[in-house]
């Protein structure tokens, strides 16, 4: 059974795009933290815990929160057998960063406990898996690129393995002010309408990925 | 004290990403862990790391934790005891 692209969602240079259209954006500069939080107050989500993550669960969070959101996609009803497959280059550096600044002189030794539980990236898609009661594979790979084939390569062997209805996959991205989030939501193709979306435009393959990707170069203000 | 328990507000509102409140809504003498603040396991330890930080003060037994880190006021009252 192939696999769809049944929703996806972009979050990168100031603004939060699903399914090609823009839904939020701000013109202005602001440092990425301060543009993730107006992601978390424009989109009403209410998880006090968001703001105890690092930079990188933020962002995937958020992603994920916007994908599985209003309208929630039909693939979603049984979150147990749904999956994360989530891809980046930087891993959780961000966040190691600020760890070492806690511990790097011996005078001033004081790790904070709090920066030191995200000083890994699998802890981002743990984040997800929690929010929303995910119980499928679960996965953090690096590459040094968005790379689809991967992506396409390691979520159909989840989908081949494993019960899955569904898997959250693509490419979450952070480090100091550069963010980068694509994600989609992938499920069989169940014979369920999807609207005005072409066949062709949503098979989830290396191609159609690629595209999306690349799509951001096309972004107007 | 007072002066004390609202710089320790300030404080721990900025340790633990409490972005959502202000030190006014912090009651002094409330518990922070369960039912009051609801904080958890790993804001217990940035805690520890705070009073040994900014005041100087390493709490040597753990089972002193529960204790002290009652409300802010008994924070206050540690710190007031034990600075040097």
Redesign the interface.
Known sequence: MPLLIRKYCDIRKQRVVVDGKKVFGQEDDAAARLFL?SVYRHFRIDY?KF??MDGLSKLGFLTAEILLGDPAPAQIHAPENGGIILTNASSSVDIDKKHFDTIKSREQY?????NF?YTLPNIMAGEIAIRHGMKGENSVLISRQFDPELIVGITRLAFETESLTFCICGWVEMNDEHYESLLFLVGQDDGLSDGDKSREDIIFDPLNLMKRYKAVNEWKN | MEELIQKLKEEIIE??????MEPGDIDSDAPLFGEGLGLDS??A??LI?LL??NYGIKIEDPKDGRKIFFSVRTMAEYITEHQK
């Open positions: 939080k006090p703001f105890k004081f790790p904070s406990p709090s539980v | 340790v633990l990403n409490l972005e959502e790993i804001d330890l940035e790391v040994e930080k």
